[in-house]
């Protein structure tokens, strides 16, 4: 936390506090000095994960790059059966075009990505064995087409959401000392001049020992400046 103090204040300090105008002989007007103060406030929430994300790496490495595109498998329609027959039910399956590597060494590469709800993985011991089950299995369909399985991404269904009240929770935490400081100089918070916010990070709260994501919590890290008019 930093607290910035205009240099305005540094000059109204030998100053006095309100300037007398007089405009004609009976009409005065008080002009009070003021001053502004920045803080940078950061704001951290939390929510369970709606998805788990798994993706699947498939390379294809012929000494033609013709015959390694020609390849194409698996396709969506195998993955799919696949995933019938272990009793698996995605939330979605994504099969992504193939991306040329290597013209060179004719190496092509294809990319799936498999989501699963994680409602039936939220709740304590068996939640968590139940989700080690799913990814035993996601690691073993991997094995079975040839191709290679990434680790699993917690996702939510509106990240928007979340980083919106994260912005919230350190707007509110740059407020807080911000009135202090400003009750500290005799004045108050008349107004907000400007606000700045700044990085978005996922999944790193500050000061937390816990490794982010559980598979029960996701969090969202938020910083914002904000620059506060005082008056006095």
Same mark, same amino acid.
């Given at each position: 936390?930093?607290?910035?103090? @205009?240099?305005?204040?540094?000059?109204?300090?030998?100053?006095?506090?309100?300037?007398?105008?007089?405009?004609? !002989?009976? %009409?005065? #007007?008080?002009?009070?000095?003021?001053?502004? =103060?920045?803080?940078?406030?950061? +704001?951290?929430?939390?929510?369970?994960?709606?998805?788990?994300?798994?993706?699947?790496?498939?390379?294809?490495?012929?000494? *033609?790059?013709?015959?390694?595109?020609?390849?194409?498998?698996?396709? &969506?329609?195998?993955?799919?059966?696949?995933?019938?027959? !272990?009793?698996?039910?995605?939330?979605?399956?994504?099969? /992504?075009?193939?991306?040329?590597?290597?013209?060179?060494?004719?190496? +092509?590469?294809?990319?799936? &990505? =498999?989501?699963?709800?994680?409602? +039936?993985?939220?709740?304590? %011991?068996?939640?968590?064995?139940?989700?080690? $089950?799913?990814? %035993?299995?996601?690691?073993?369909? $991997? #094995?079975?087409?040839?191709?290679?399985?990434?680790?699993?991404?917690?996702?939510?269904? *509106?990240?928007?959401?979340?980083?919106?009240?994260?912005?919230? %929770?350190?707007?509110?935490?740059?407020?807080?000392?911000?009135? $202090?400081?400003?009750?500290?100089?005799?004045?108050?918070?008349? *107004?907000?001049? &400007?606000?700045? =916010?700044?990085?978005?990070?996922?999944?790193?709260?500050? @000061?937390?020992?816990?490794?982010?994501?559980? =598979?029960?919590?996701?969090?969202?890290?938020?910083?914002?400046?904000?620059?506060?008019?005082?008056? /006095?």
């Amino acid at each position: 936390m930093s607290v910035y103090l @205009d240099r305005r204040f540094w000059m109204a300090a030998v100053a006095l506090f309100f300037v007398s105008v007089v405009h004609g !002989q009976d %009409e005065v #007007v008080e002009v009070p000095l003021y001053t502004t =103060i920045e803080n940078t406030g950061v +704001g951290t929430v939390y929510a369970p994960p709606t998805y788990v994300s798994f993706w699947l790496k498939f390379t294809y490495a012929e000494a *033609d790059l013709q015959k390694s595109l020609s390849i194409g498998t698996p396709t &969506e329609s195998d993955l799919r059966a696949y995933l019938v027959a !272990q009793e698996l039910r995605p939330s979605s399956v994504a099969v /992504y075009p193939l991306h040329v590597v290597s013209m060179k060494e004719g190496i +092509g590469i294809r990319r799936v &990505e =498999i989501r699963f709800s994680m409602a +039936g993985f939220l709740g304590g %011991e068996s939640g968590a064995t139940s989700f080690g $089950g799913l990814c %035993e299995k996601v690691k073993a369909m $991997g #094995v079975h087409f040839s191709g290679e399985t990434g680790e699993p991404e917690m996702l939510v269904e *509106d990240p928007d959401l979340l980083i919106q009240q994260a912005v919230q %929770e350190a707007t509110k935490n740059a407020y807080k000392a911000a009135q $202090g400081v400003a009750l500290a100089l005799g004045g108050v918070i008349s *107004d907000v001049a &400007e606000v700045r =916010i700044g990085d978005v990070v996922w999944n790193d709260p500050p @000061d937390m020992p816990v490794e982010f994501p559980t =598979i029960e919590t996701v969090a969202c890290t938020v910083s914002v400046t904000v620059t506060y008019s005082v008056a /006095y």
